[in-house]
């Protein structure tokens, strides 16, 4: 099964069950090159630096980072005790964050290699991250969202309302407003610097496992083990 992807222009990638990432040429709908280095499961991928680097991380506690044209590993990231669930590409291509299971995020320098800093406050595993600016959002098992100042590693909301476990999120191009879905079934508006609940969306009859705000940041699109997209006027 394909577990993630991404997209930048023509170019794609996507990771498997089986540690692989297989990159695509979408003009001709063809696989270009096979990336092996994960040793299990690849959780999540990030295209970068206009789709010539790849962030990658895994089942197998590790992040990867790929040169696209050589289709060789350029780093490896080593620091979380259990799967790597989640990462993202921040700081134009100067800074990654990642989720995992062990409860923390954590910050790494993609130009010198180095873990920066670990994010410590979610009391259960660690599902979703996403970044923006020195502005951060995750969520995780413990079914809330944190807001982080990523300058700082510090929390600067802890955003409740899920009562199961926060599967996605994602940020409003502002920084100010973020989008959450979860095992409850509903999608959730947030008041960042506030730290207040903007609207439930109802809905969905499985867990919601995706969501992203569409251009305009009028309408919102999320996805869910019922099988059904939806997309929704905010």
């Known amino acids: ?28 709908a063809s696989a270009v090159s096979i ?3 994960h040793s299990k499961r690849v959780s999540c991928c990030r295209l970068f630096h206009r789709g010539t680097k790849a962030l990658t991380c895994s089942s197998d506690k590790t992040l990867a980072v790929w040169d696209m044209a050589k289709e060789k590993k350029l780093m490896e990231f080593k620091g979380h ?4 669930c989640c990462c993202e590409v921040y700081k134009g291509g100067m800074r990654a964050l990642s ?23 979610h009391s259960r595993r660690v599902y979703c991250c996403v970044a923006l600016g020195n502005v951060a959002l995750s969520g995780g098992m413990d079914s809330t969202l944190r807001v982080w ?3 700082s590693g510090q929390t600067r909301q ?14 409003f191009a502002s920084g100010t407003r973020g989008l959450s879905g979860g095992e409850d079934k509903t999608i959730k508006v947030w008041n960042l610097s506030r730290g ?10 499985g867990y919601v496992t995706c969501c992203a705000v569409l251009g305009g940041e009028k309408q919102a699109i999320s996805g869910s083990h019922d099988s059904i997209l939806r997309v929704w006027d905010l």
């Open 158 to 171: 802890i955003l409740k309302g899920h009562t199961d476990s926060v599967l996605c999120c994602n940020l």
């Open 35 to 37: 990336l092996k280095g």
């Open 99 to 121: 989720g995992s299971w062990d409860k923390t995020l954590r910050i790494w320098n993609l130009a010198t290699g180095r873990h920066e800093r670990t994010l410590i406050g």
């Open 81 to 84: 005790t259990d799967t790597v």
């Open 196 to 205: 207040q609940l903007l609207n439930t969306l109802s809905g969905h009859e």
């Open 1 to 28: 099964p394909v577990m993630c992807s991404d997209v930048f222009g023509n170019n794609a990638i996507s990771g498997s069950i089986d540690g692989t990432v297989w990159v695509w040429n979408l003009s001709n």
């Open 149 to 151: 100042d990523l300058s």
